[in-house]
């Protein structure tokens, strides 16, 4: 079974910290994808990641940024963590599409609370 | 633009009744449209995908999906309801080299 973990089920911080979230999957996925969750809005992606150091922005970018120096791991960073960044972050990965495989796989989740 | 977009907020059924679960979709070209599961405190859980071929999909735990190209829809079903069914589903349309858009979700609460 494929398997996603992320560091942290629960986090507080404070305003202006800067945030660390980190994922790791085990299957070998080229792609790999932070999301947030929010009530009445489902997930939206944040950042997406196709292969070490690549990356792209998704919906919603601003105040975020992502590294991924291992096959395996991609970190999302808070810069500056703001009161509106209080939200669940959900680290996915899957296949690329020239291996014929679509769906994603998600981890836990990671319930940031900023105060 | 390419979404999908659930239209109910809730479902409330009974034990042992059938289920639906609405999603609607709105994309160019062929459909990739996925099905996900999220129990309370866990991450989303694959539940079945459309691709091509048969308007029915069945996929995980007795769940299946109609799709139906004229309406544009891809509902989720199962013909009876579970109390442990209970959970968030989520509808989501791969779009733009592997990126997936996500609906807001349709709570699922099943009644002894």
């Known amino acids: 079974d494929v398997k996603v973990t992320q560091s942290s089920r629960y986090l507080v911080k404070r305003t202006g910290e800067k945030v660390f979230l980190e994922c790791v999957q085990d299957m070998d996925h080229e792609n790999m994808f932070w999301y947030r969750q929010d009530p009445g809005l489902g997930l939206r992606l944040i950042y997406f990641?196709?292969?070490?150091?690549?990356?792209e922005k998704g919906d919603i970018p601003e105040g975020y940024s992502v590294s991924r120096e291992k096959k395996e791991r991609f970190s999302l960073i808070l810069e500056s963590a703001s009161t509106n960044q209080t939200s669940m972050y959900l680290c996915?990965?899957?296949?690329?599409?020239?291996?014929?495989?679509?769906?994603?796989?998600f981890g836990p989740g990671t319930r940031l609370t900023v105060t | 633009a390419q979404s999908v977009a659930q239209p109910e907020d809730q479902v409330n059924v009974a034990e042992g009744n059938p289920l639906t679960v609405k999603c609607t979709y709105s994309?160019?070209?062929?459909?990739?449209l996925f099905w996900y599961v999220q129990y309370p405190n866990r991450g989303l859980q694959f539940l079945l995908k459309?691709?091509?071929?048969?308007?029915l999909v069945k996929g995980s735990y007795g769940f299946e999906a109609e799709f139906n190209k004229s309406q544009t829809s891809v509902h989720l079903k199962k013909p009876s309801a579970l109390v442990s069914d209970s959970a968030l589903y989520f509808c989501a349309n791969r779009y733009n080299f592997n990126k997936f858009y996500f609906g807001s979700g349709t709570k699922l609460n099943v009644k002894p």
């Open positions: 996915a990965s899957s296949l690329t599409e020239s291996q014929g495989y679509y769906e994603q796989y």
């Open positions: 459309y691709i091509t071929g048969d308007n």
């Open positions: 990641s196709y292969d070490v150091k690549m990356k």
């Open positions: 994309v160019s070209g062929n459909p990739y």
